[in-house]
């Protein structure tokens, strides 16, 4: 997966047009944050990515491997399950087991992965969450940031080339939140395309390669190298509607 292409997606139910001609690219080892205020269409757009929606229009591309081109009422490609392989996903949703340890939590889903050693990787995530002695405690007894960490290590467990986290500071301390951009930054460093979407525009300050302003559905502006983020997105969101 050497870069993921928006091109002219479009998502809309019923009436109501959540997503409106959007393209953008983001290539291996790079960090894309979809910035706007709530409702402008930043999960929507992380839920195509993630193949769990259809875009009503346009075209999605995972380097060689297309979703998209066709109706939302269309049966799902015979490539999907292939390509969701090779997806990570953190929504608000921590699809974490409470009634399980955090590491029966990660071994779990190691092996919906085939992942051999479930044990070992779960061991491992547990070390990169900074959980390590921790793994033997049941997560609902955990705090929402350590859970947050968990879901996290979860959704990497696989070692996905392609990362999509949706507002993943919340609930997160100053030193996990800095954690959590060093680990975003290792990914980038491993190749992984990663894209995020936050309103943290502090953390998200020198973290990403792209910003992709959304604003009522639509893309208000694309920037490369963003600098002072929080000045242009207060810029950029006082722009008048193209």
């Given at each position: 997966m050497s870069a993921l292409t928006v091109d002219d997606v479009s998502r809309h139910f019923g009436r109501r047009r959540a997503v409106s001609h959007v393209s953008f690219q983001v290539r291996e080892g790079e960090i894309l944050g979809l910035l706007g205020p709530n409702g402008a269409g930043k999960s929507t757009m992380l839920a195509m990515l993630a193949t769990l929606l259809r875009p009503s229009s346009g075209r999605i591309?995972?380097?060689?491997?297309?979703?998209?081109?066709?109706?939302?009422?269309?049966?799902?490609?015979?490539?999907?399950?292939?390509?969701?392989?090779?997806?990570?996903?953190?929504?608000?949703?921590?699809?974490?087991?409470?009634?399980?340890?955090?590491?029966?939590n990660l071994a779990f889903f190691a092996g919906l992965y085939d992942i051999t050693n479930r044990q070992a990787a779960a061991r491992a995530a547990l070390e990169r969450a900074g959980l390590a002695d921790r793994g033997g405690d049941y997560v609902s007894t955990f705090s929402r940031g350590m859970r947050q960490r968990v879901a996290l290590e979860r959704a990497l467990i696989h070692q996905p080339?392609?990362?999509?986290?949706?507002?993943?500071?919340?609930?997160?301390?100053?030193?996990?939140?800095?954690?959590?951009v060093q680990r975003l930054r290792s990914l980038k460093s491993d190749g992984a395309i990663v894209v995020v979407a936050t309103h943290d525009l502090d953390l998200a300050e020198g973290l990403l390669d792209h910003a992709v302003f959304l604003r009522d559905g639509?893309?208000?502006?694309?920037?490369?190298?963003?600098?002072?983020?929080?000045?242009?997105?207060?810029?950029?969101?006082?722009?008048?509607?193209?």
């Open positions: 591309d995972y380097g060689a491997l297309a979703v998209g081109g066709a109706t939302a009422q269309d049966p799902p490609y015979a490539g999907d399950a292939a390509l969701r392989a090779r997806i990570g996903v953190l929504g608000h949703d921590l699809f974490l087991y409470p009634e399980l340890t955090a590491a029966e080339a392609l990362v999509l986290l949706d507002e993943p500071f919340t609930g997160l301390d100053d030193a996990s939140a800095g954690a959590l639509r893309m208000a502006e694309s920037v490369a190298r963003p600098q002072g983020l929080r000045s242009t997105y207060r810029a950029v969101m006082a722009q008048a509607p193209r």
